[in-house]
């Protein structure tokens, strides 16, 4: 599991929702890493799933032991931007989360997003379980044929050390209503894998 580098955010309480941003997973919540472009806009979209508990933005995948805003633009870090997202699984399913992720971006364009170039703005998720892998994985081969091209979104466990962000790009969004954002539905759409009840 991966642990929280929280030297660079020192508020961490949720702009939206008042909730701590980094507390201990409630028990039967689950946790997932999003990459999908500058996170600005990706959280967004993410804090406003009904279920989704609480996010925050940083920097994962990369090499560089202390990452921050200024290096990672660089692209030479490793680490992408990503969203961490805690969300209660009775309310809102993986399924339900990767679906929003895949239609709120293009996963097919590589080291970029839209005029947002360099690996920091890569399409990637990092999972917390096995079956948030297969889930995943699943979710791939659908959108790949879904966009008529391959994925090149970053599949992995989630690495070892999670870097929250600074402080002023915690929901940004909120707090800059009129701030730059270029997420928006894709216009690709994949049905939801069917769930399996099991015979009793």
């Not at 979209?45 to 933005?57: A, E, M």
């Not at 399913?93 to 679906?99: A, P």
């Not at 170039?117 to 379980?129: C, E, H, I, K, L």
Request: glycine residues 8%.
């Amino acid at each position: 599991m991966s642990r929280m580098d929280l030297s660079l955010c020192e508020n961490h309480k949720h702009y939206i929702n008042g909730e701590d941003m980094f507390a201990a997973i409630p028990d039967g919540f689950e946790q997932v890493q999003l990459g999908f472009g500058c996170f600005w806009g990706a959280e967004r979209i993410l804090w406003k799933l009904d279920g989704v508990h609480v996010t925050s933005v940083g920097y994962s995948g990369g090499h560089t032991p202390k990452p921050d805003y200024r290096l990672v633009c660089t692209g030479k870090t490793g680490h992408a931007e990503m969203c961490h997202v805690v969300f209660d699984p009775t309310v809102i399913s993986f399924d339900e989360i990767l679906k929003v992720f895949f239609e709120h971006h293009d996963p097919t364009q590589g080291d970029r997003q839209g005029n947002d170039v360099g690996p920091q703005y890569r399409s990637a998720v990092f999972t917390y379980s096995d079956a948030q892998m297969e889930q995943t994985k699943a979710a791939i081969a659908r959108y790949a044929e879904a966009y008529g091209r391959p994925l090149t979104t970053e599949l992995r466990s989630a690495p070892e050390v999670y870097h929250a962000a600074e402080d002023y790009h915690q929901q940004y969004l909120a707090k800059n209503p009129q701030g730059y954002c270029m997420h928006g539905p894709t216009g690709i759409f994949c049905a939801l894998p069917e769930t399996v009840v099991p015979a009793e």
